[in-house]
């Protein structure tokens, strides 16, 4: 077999199917733009009005095939949710919060990173709007290109900040505003590193270093469910739904722990049933993971879509506002065709481009299986629940990637340092003249105990330490035999570089469309 001509038929399929990808989201895109112009008929410069819907949709389409992918790709890269079963979830449940909780107005200027009152006329603010749109979109583009998953919320923020500033001076920007967003850039990956890593050692410490992990599974799982719940509605309440049935954050939580409270009930004997089947080891903790962990990539979908769609109809919605009234506004009414225009194109940029951002997230950062792809979730819903109480400024997609790579130290630590107590049991037991089999029985004896027994043989162990120490030369093999990286250095690299230059660079990109734009109407 000629591997070589195997190789180079395998990328011209690859090429090919690239290319029918583009072919249909610029079809989508000049779809919409030509839509607009039936739609648009009051309008003052209905050609104006095509072009931003067909750069809105273009937005729509890149936030689907970046952001998208942290809501389904742990649940995909623990295996619970196939790729194609992931794409079919997101895009129904990213469109549904799109267009049911959506919103019928939205803040023009996203927030309000810059003051409309220094835009002097209509005509500059659309200039303004739509090269931030574009600039975004160029971006989130580029980014998914290079896998690397960021913020669409900075995106559209850096986009409107670069153009607001060509257009008013620096006076015209919020840098209080910028400042938190600044913030969250370390705000929000560490949070949710931390709560996600917290969630994985109480799974571990609750079941999984248990001698019985079944019948400890049968207490802890339901009641995990039970978290989730009251996580995932209090977050759908304050986030999701928000637009359309407002609460405060005491309310929202009182409904959501009502709702939690049924669920642990109706879960509890469901676990009991299931579990009764299952064999004690990690494995079967593993699958009583896997319909939570589908509800909840459901869930982030919906919420998502609620939330992110502004990202690509707002700069929409105020172009449309600005052709209509002549007037520059801080809200602006959603028509029903942006709102059906933004929810479609994220189901359709996660359709054809989202698969590479979600194997980013879901198995090029660190090996997930699904009790960790769970705590990634939980850490999602509950670091903006927390970060929204006080104050903080946090990103979704900063936020779940910190989950994965708080998740992923967490075990890189542990494994570690179980190595490194394996290592030093046995090089204790050699100094100590022990023979091969009385070191063999001794380091089954730690790998066979659950976590309170592992302590009692540790306390042996530093005591016999204390009378026959392990010499330096020892540690040292020590330190380097259990030195393993489970987090991949090259995408935490990657996609730090990438969170720290989104603003800058959308900020700087969409200053020069704006000029552009600018001279172009000018020289009409």
């Known amino acids: ?6 190789s180079k038929k395998s990328a011209a399929l690859a090429n090919g199917h690239e290319y029918i990808r583009v072919l249909i989201a610029l079809a989508f895109v ?22 931003a819907a067909a750069i809105g949709a273009y937005m729509a389409v890149n936030i689907g095939a970046n952001d998208v992918a942290n809501n389904v790709g742990p649940a995909v890269g623990a295996k619970a949710l196939s790729m194609t079963g992931a794409i079919v979830i997101a895009a129904i449940f990213e469109a549904s919060g799109a267009l049911i909780a959506g919103g019928t107005v939205v803040g023009t200027i996203k927030n309000g990173i810059i003051d409309p009152n220094f835009i002097g ?19 989130l583009n580029l980014a998914t290109y290079l896998g690397a998953p960021v913020s669409t919320t900075h995106s559209i923020v850096g986009g409107v900040l670069g153009a607001g500033i060509a257009a008013g001076g620096w006076d015209i920007a919020n840098w209080d505003k910028m400042t938190a967003i600044v913030a969250s850039w370390v705000i929000s990956p560490v949070l949710g590193g931390i709560i996600a890593a917290l969630f994985l050692m109480y799974i571990k410490r609750a079941i999984t270093y248990k001698s019985d992990m079944i019948a400890a599974a049968k207490k802890a799982v339901p009641l995990l469910v039970g978290v989730m719940v009251w996580a995932f509605s209090t977050y ?83 172009i449309n506002e600005a052709l209509l009234t002549g007037a520059v506004t801080g809200k602006a009414a959603i028509p029903l065709w942006i709102m059906i225009v933004g929810g479609i194109g994220i189901a359709v ?21 699904k009790t960790r792809a769970f705590c990634i979730a939980m850490a999602a819903a509950i670091t903006v629940i927390v970060a929204s109480q006080l104050g903080l400024p946090v990103s979704s997609t900063h936020i779940a990637v910190g989950g994965v790579f708080g998740v992923g130290f967490l075990r890189e630590y542990l494994k570690q340092s179980y190595e490194k ?17 009385q070191t063999q029985e001794f380091v089954k004896r730690f790998q066979d105990a659950d976590v309170d027994e592992k302590r009692l043989i540790l306390k042996e162990l530093k005591a ?20 393993k990286e489970l987090v991949k250095r090259s995408a935490l690299l990657r996609i730090a570089a990438a969170w720290v230059i989104t ?15 600018l001279g172009f109407s000018v020289s009409r």
């Open 121 to 139: 006329d209509s005509g500059t603010f659309i200039w303004v709007m739509m090269a931030a749109l574009l600039a975004g979109a160029i971006w």
């Open 30 to 51: 000049l779809a919409v733009g030509f839509y607009a112009t039936t739609n648009g008929v009051e309008v003052s410069n209905i050609s104006i009005l095509a072009i």
């Open 421 to 437: 107590k394996l290592k030093s049991i046995v090089a204790h037991s050699e100094s100590a003249g022990h023979d091969g089999y």
């Open 503 to 517: 603003v800058p660079a959308s900020a700087t990109l969409s200053a020069m469309l704006f000029y552009m734009l």
């Open 236 to 318: 759908l309440i304050l986030k999701g739904l928000k637009k359309i049935w407002a609460l405060d954050f005491v309310t929202a939580a009182m409904i959501a722990f009502a709702i939690a409270l049924t669920a642990y009930f109706i879960v509890r004997p469901i676990v009991d049933k299931a579990a009764a089947a299952l064999e004690n080891n990690k494995d079967s903790v593993n699958s009583l993971f896997t319909i939570p962990l589908i509800v909840s990539a459901a869930l982030l979908s919906f919420a998502h879509g609620a939330n992110d769609v502004a990202n690509a109809i707002g700069p929409l919605a105020a």
């Open 464 to 483: 016999a330490q204390a009378s026959s120490p392990i010499s330096s030369a020892e540690r040292k093999g020590l330190k380097k035999a259990t030195k």
């Open 349 to 369: 940029g996660l359709a054809l481009f989202g698969p590479k951002l979600i194997k980013t997230v879901g198995s090029e950062i660190t090996e997930l299986d």
């Open 1 to 6: 077999m000629d591997l070589t001509n195997t």
